[in-house]
């Protein structure tokens, strides 16, 4: 079973405006409204792909209601702890001639209902995958992805860790199944800026010294790079297409490759399958769905991807 945890799940309201200036009034002409958040996104996709999983997370007032009734409508089983504080965040993505985003800090979590998180993924078991994924809200310390590994260490579960600084490197020690940074989080990682796949590469294998098993690295329009558990590195250039909304493109990537790894246990159809999704998503409005995903994964033996 796949259960993803988001600490920080979000409306995502995402608008469009013909040319975004600061300081004045704007206008949009289009708004969307979706539910978001990394690991909620990570459900969405496996289970358009066919992959049963459980949402695990937090959620808090209206906005909290509203993402927990979306998800559920998206067909996938959710068991969100509530707390009692503040509100699930808004994030506001908006389409301009750039995209930008605003990302809110999301409610408190309290003590207990931590503990609830804890009691429920006390029920892992081997082989089950954990997918953390996303940002915590700014009171709980950068240690509460370690923290839960730490504690699930003996149960051989699979994790999955989509984050990024401190939250990402303290989780290494506990070697992770599969770790997915895009090209400027590495940067971050590293403190350098990384200018050719080369140097991508080196950093990717960096990460894999300090514990991580699968490194895989998205790089948007310029597409990915694996560095796999079994020591081959895999390349491969984004498809081509008309990019129509890339948020959630990077989760979607993570539900396409543990989909293409469970289907077929082997990493090379993993990474191709992950590059499918995230770019399915990213030439979609919303969260790819099968069929468009299966398109784009065939398009990637026409730019020398997939053999
Ligand atoms: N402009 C794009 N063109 C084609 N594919 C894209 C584009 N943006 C994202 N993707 C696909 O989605 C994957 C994840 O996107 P990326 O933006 O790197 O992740 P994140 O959302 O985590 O930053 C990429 O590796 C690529 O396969
Ligand atoms: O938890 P964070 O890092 O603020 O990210 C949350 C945002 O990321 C998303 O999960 C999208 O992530 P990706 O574009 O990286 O796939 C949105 O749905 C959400 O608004």
């Not at 993402?67 to 301009?96: H, M, Y």
Request: with cysteine; proline share 4%.
């Amino acid at each position: 079973m796949i259960y993803t945890v988001t600490f920080n799940p979000s409306l995502d309201y995402i608008v469009n405006v013909k040319q975004l200036k600061l300081g004045t009034v704007n206008r949009t002409e289009r708004e969307l409204l979706f539910p978001g958040g990394k690991g909620i996104n990570v459900s969405i996709v496996l289970n358009h792909l066919g992959v049963e999983s459980t949402a695990l997370g937090f959620i808090a007032g209206f906005t909290g209601e509203e993402i927990e009734k979306r998800v559920i409508q998206a067909g996938c089983k959710a068991d969100f702890i509530p707390v009692e504080t503040g509100w699930s965040r808004i994030n506001l993505k908006i389409r301009s001639d750039e995209e930008s985003e605003i990302n809110g800090r999301g409610p408190e979590i309290s003590g207990q209902a931590l503990q609830r998180l804890y009691e429920k993924l006390e029920l892992l078991k081997k082989d089950d995958i954990l997918v953390l994924a996303g940002s915590i809200p700014n009171t709980l310390p950068d240690t509460i992805y370690s923290d839960i590994l730490k504690r699930l260490a003996s149960e051989k579960v699979k994790a999955v860790v989509d984050a990024t600084g401190e939250l990402l490197v303290n989780v290494l020690q506990f070697h992770p199944f599969l770790i997915k940074p895009n090209h400027h989080e590495l940067e971050e990682l590293f403190g350098k800026k990384l200018r050719d796949k080369s140097e991508i590469r080196d950093c990717a294998l960096k990460l894999q010294d300090m514990g991580a098993g699968n490194v895989l690295v998205s790089m948007a329009g310029d597409g990915a790079l694996l560095a796999a558990e079994d020591g081959t590195v895999y390349e491969s250039p984004a498809p081509e297409g008309k990019v129509v909304n890339s948020v959630g493109a990077g989760d979607s990537m993570v539900a396409g490759f543990l989909a293409g790894y469970l289907e077929k246990q082997n990493y090379e159809d993993a990474f191709y399958m992950g590059i499918a999704a995230g770019s399915a998503s990213a030439f979609s409005e919303q969260l790819a769905e099968k069929p468009e995903v299966q398109r784009v994964l065939k398009s990637l033996r026409g730019i020398g991807g997939k053999k």
